[in-house]
């Protein structure tokens, strides 16, 4: 199951759109017209993600699809290319609303008949998360849970460089934080961090603690005890690269207790 409900990303950007659906339906009765939708509108105009992105092409799209009072199978299919493109449920709810003034109030309903089954199966959880995923060039990853038991809320991994320095994208929900920890090291080591996205805390041990930012960069000694993770009311994300050290290792202590995290 993939969280990343935003597949435009820098790492996988689609460099062609293949599309055969002109030649599967046309391509003898009218095999022109079926390269021109293949090869042209899809293979040239919705492929130049450099000049515009998949997922303002769909919004586009969409938006000329129902303004024109087209509600029938290629809505149903460029709705499910814009969620593929990463439009949130949220988003079409706006992008729909919106196009309802303008281009008709039935055509809205009918459009908005078929986006409720498009993203029906999306919780409000993942349309939060989608709308972050969409704040941050990194990915937000998968479901950290092989540190689960060391964090309070739920958090997300993303691995971004495993050679020369390890980082990994750490994405937290609203409230999630780490446990208190020391990264050990005789020499060297320690852990450095680089806020991406959202708002987020970090607190070394007897020392209030400092808001982040994106942009915000956290030089973590080694041997020191800390945490790290969200704002109560934002989602966050750090880049977390762990330096070179002599005889490294991570030591995971006690949760940061709700009457603490609830003083910030
Ligand atoms: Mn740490």
New binding site residues.
């Given amino acids: 199951m993939s969280y990343s409900q935003n597949p435009v990303r820098l790492t996988d950007r689609p460099s062609e759109i293949k599309q055969t659906a002109g030649r599967d339906a046309l391509g003898s009765f009218a095999p022109k017209f079926a390269e021109l939708n293949d090869d042209v509108l899809f293979g040239q105009v919705w492929s130049r993600t450099d000049k515009l992105s998949l997922r303002d092409r769909s919004i586009v799209t969409v938006t000329a699809l129902v303004s024109s009072g087209i509600i029938d199978s290629s809505l149903t299919y460029h709705l499910k290319e814009a969620r593929k493109n990463g439009v949130t449920r949220t988003e079409i709810a706006e992008i729909l609303t919106q196009i309802a003034f303008y281009a008709g109030w039935p055509k809205a309903w009918g459009a908005f008949r078929q986006a409720t089954e498009v993203w029906k199966d999306v919780t409000d959880a993942d349309d939060a998360r989608a709308a972050f995923g969409q704040e941050m060039i990194f990915p937000i990853g998968d479901p950290n849970d092989a540190y689960a038991k060391y964090f309070t809320g739920q958090s997300y991994l993303a691995p971004v460089s495993s050679e020369q320095i390890n980082i990994a994208n750490v994405t937290f929900e609203p409230g999630c934080r780490?446990n208190w920890?020391i990264?050990h090291a005789d020499k060297g080591g320690g852990?450095l961090?680089v806020c991406v996205a959202g708002r987020g805390w970090y607190q070394e041990w007897g020392k209030p603690a400092r808001e982040l930012h994106p942009g915000d960069v956290v030089n973590?000694p080694a041997n020191v005890k800390?945490?790290?993770g969200a704002a109560k009311d934002s989602w966050f994300a750090h880049l977390?690269m762990s330096p070179d050290g002599e005889n490294t290792s991570?030591e995971w202590l006690e949760p940061v207790t709700d009457e603490e995290y609830g003083r910030l």
């Fill in positions: 780490n920890h990264h852990q961090l973590i800390h945490w790290h977390a991570n």
